[in-house]
Protein backbone atom coordinates (compact mmCIF):
# COMPACT_ATOMS: atom_id res chain seq x y z
CA UNK A 1 0.00 0.00 0.00
CA UNK A 2 1.10 3.05 -0.87
CA UNK A 3 1.07 6.42 1.20
CA UNK A 4 -0.41 9.64 -0.12
CA UNK A 5 2.12 12.15 -0.88
CA UNK A 6 3.39 14.52 1.89
CA UNK A 7 1.74 17.85 0.64
CA UNK A 8 -1.73 15.65 0.73
CA UNK A 9 -1.04 14.67 4.65
CA UNK A 10 -0.42 18.13 5.31
CA UNK A 11 -3.33 19.80 3.19
CA UNK A 12 -5.81 17.46 5.04
CA UNK A 13 -4.54 18.13 8.56
CA UNK A 14 -5.13 21.81 7.80
CA UNK A 15 -8.20 21.46 5.61
CA UNK A 16 -9.90 18.52 8.93
CA UNK A 17 -8.18 21.38 11.53
CA UNK A 18 -10.63 24.20 10.41
CA UNK A 19 -13.65 21.57 9.38
CA UNK A 20 -13.84 19.94 12.70
CA UNK A 21 -14.36 23.02 15.16
CA UNK A 22 -16.61 24.72 12.61
CA UNK A 23 -18.94 21.62 12.12
CA UNK A 24 -18.68 21.33 16.20
CA UNK A 25 -19.81 24.97 16.49
CA UNK A 26 -22.44 24.86 13.73
CA UNK A 27 -24.14 21.72 15.58
CA UNK A 28 -23.99 23.97 18.97
CA UNK A 29 -25.76 26.81 17.09
CA UNK A 30 -28.20 24.45 15.68
CA UNK A 31 -28.61 23.06 19.26
CA UNK A 32 -28.08 19.92 18.51
CA UNK A 33 -25.94 19.38 21.49
CA UNK A 34 -26.92 20.87 24.23
CA UNK A 35 -24.01 19.71 26.37
CA UNK A 36 -20.46 19.41 25.15
CA UNK A 37 -20.10 15.52 24.47
CA UNK A 38 -17.66 14.14 26.04
CA UNK A 39 -15.83 13.33 23.00
CA UNK A 40 -15.29 16.78 22.22
CA UNK A 41 -11.68 17.09 23.53
CA UNK A 42 -10.53 14.80 21.25
CA UNK A 43 -11.83 16.00 18.07
CA UNK A 44 -11.00 19.68 19.04
CA UNK A 45 -8.47 19.54 22.26
CA UNK A 46 -7.84 23.46 22.30
CA UNK A 47 -11.67 24.21 22.67
CA UNK A 48 -10.99 24.35 26.09
CA UNK A 49 -10.34 27.52 25.34
CA UNK A 50 -13.48 28.83 25.09
CA UNK A 51 -14.09 28.60 28.59
CA UNK A 52 -12.70 32.57 28.92
CA UNK A 53 -15.49 33.32 26.05
CA UNK A 54 -18.49 32.51 28.45
CA UNK A 55 -18.47 35.96 29.51
CA UNK A 56 -17.91 38.03 26.71
CA UNK A 57 -20.48 36.79 25.19
CA UNK A 58 -20.49 37.88 20.76
CA UNK A 59 -17.83 40.51 21.31
CA UNK A 60 -14.46 41.15 19.13
CA UNK A 61 -12.59 39.10 22.16
CA UNK A 62 -14.58 36.12 21.90
CA UNK A 63 -14.31 35.46 18.28
CA UNK A 64 -10.50 36.00 18.67
CA UNK A 65 -10.00 33.59 21.20
CA UNK A 66 -12.38 31.33 18.26
CA UNK A 67 -9.73 31.93 16.08
CA UNK A 68 -6.74 31.46 18.12
CA UNK A 69 -8.47 28.28 19.47
CA UNK A 70 -9.51 26.74 15.44
CA UNK A 71 -6.21 28.55 14.51
CA UNK A 72 -3.89 26.15 17.26
CA UNK A 73 -6.38 23.00 16.50
CA UNK A 74 -5.18 23.14 12.66
CA UNK A 75 -1.61 23.11 14.04
CA UNK A 76 -2.36 20.18 16.36
CA UNK A 77 -4.16 18.38 13.48
CA UNK A 78 -1.34 19.08 10.75
CA UNK A 79 1.68 17.79 13.63
CA UNK A 80 -0.36 14.54 14.46
CA UNK A 81 -1.05 13.84 10.47
CA UNK A 82 3.33 14.80 9.71
CA UNK A 83 3.58 12.39 12.63
CA UNK A 84 1.38 9.46 11.37
CA UNK A 85 2.90 10.02 7.91
CA UNK A 86 6.13 10.08 8.97
CA UNK A 87 5.66 6.62 11.09
CA UNK A 88 4.40 5.37 7.86
CA UNK A 89 7.21 5.89 5.78
CA UNK A 90 9.66 4.46 8.12
CA UNK A 91 7.29 1.17 7.98
CA UNK A 92 6.65 1.27 4.82
CA UNK A 93 10.69 1.79 4.04
CA UNK A 94 11.30 -0.74 6.34
CA UNK A 95 9.12 -3.15 4.31
CA UNK A 96 10.49 -2.62 1.05
CA UNK A 97 14.00 -3.30 3.10
CA UNK A 98 13.15 -6.69 4.01
CA UNK A 99 11.57 -7.73 0.25
CA UNK A 100 15.05 -6.44 -1.14
CA UNK A 101 17.19 -8.16 1.31
CA UNK A 102 19.30 -4.76 2.25
CA UNK A 103 19.44 -2.69 5.56
CA UNK A 104 17.81 0.55 6.36
Not at 27 to 54: E, G, K, Q
Not at 70 to 89: D, E, P
Request: with cysteine; net charge positive; aromatic share 16%.
Amino acid sequence: MNLPKFRYALLAGFILGIIVPLAIMLCFHLRIFRLAPDWLLFVWPTSIMLLATDSLGYSLEAFGILAVSIGYNVILYVVTFVAVWCVGWVIQAWRRSLRDGTTI
